[in-house]
């Protein structure tokens, strides 16, 4: 109820005022049926465009630590992702992260639209990095069909680090429905999951006119080692 409540009375209204959504290729995310919205993730701000202008729920997944948060921010964070039935995830990977992906692949065999940013994190610079298979697995075994979607400017308005937007127009691009029930039985390939995955990066680039960069973005952000003094 929160989230309907969020989209079409309290947020959604004031935020298309300000935001003027400029959507191409909407009518590619089907009415029914599993679907799965892989997204570029240049901004915090994706999480709250990419629903408010889709007509149906979309359920993503976020770090873990946005539901931890201490103080009056933290507790305004958290019930705003809880509200919008956002699921927490674990990123230092093994079974936590599998939780979140079986949460969405629950989304999905209902007939549900689960978000997934298969970069796995924000970009550190704008560029497009390496899918993880994570989006893969959750489109063999659920039978959903994936839609491309490139956040063309989130990154303009919205900078990471920053936390007043800047008033401009969001600019999102959805993509034709990928549809790879010739896959069917192969969950659990690596291969045939890294192939699904670098299909759905390589419709992101060209959706997105991002460039394309073959390494996970999140080994960018890990701290460089410091040389031990000889």
Not at 82 to 107: E, H, K
Request: charged share 20%.
């Amino acid at each position: 109820m929160l989230y309907w409540l969020l989209k079409y009375v309290i947020l959604g209204p004031l935020l298309k005022l300000i935001f003027r959504p400029q959507v191409e290729g909407l009518h590619n995310v089907p009415a029914t049926g599993p679907v799965i919205l892989a997204s570029n993730h240049l901004s915090f701000s994706d999480s709250i465009f990419t629903p408010l202008i889709t007509a149906r729920k979309v359920t993503f997944v976020a770090k873990a630590e946005y539901f931890t948060g201490k103080g009056i921010k933290g507790w305004l964070t958290k019930m705003f992702f809880v509200g919008t039935g956002t699921i927490p995830v674990d990123r230092s990977g093994g079974r936590a992260a599998r939780a979140a992906l079986d949460t969405q692949l629950q989304v999905l065999r209902a007939g549900g639209v689960a978000g997934i940013y298969p970069e796995g994190t924000r970009s550190p610079d704008g560029r497009l990095y390496r899918g993880k298979t994570g989006v893969a697995r959750l489109a063999l075994e659920s039978g959903a069909v994936v839609v491309p979607v490139a956040m063309l400017n989130a990154d303009e308005i919205q900078p990471p680090g920053k936390l007043i937007p800047k008033i401009d127009r969001v600019k999102i691009r959805f993509g034709a429905p990928l549809d790879f029930a010739r896959y069917a039985g192969l969950a659990g390939d690596r291969f045939v999951e890294r192939a699904v995955t670098d299909e759905i990066m390589y419709e992101l680039m060209e959706l997105s006119g991002r460039e394309y960069v073959d390494v996970y973005a999140q080994k960018l952000k890990q701290p460089v080692p410091t040389p031990l003094a000889a």
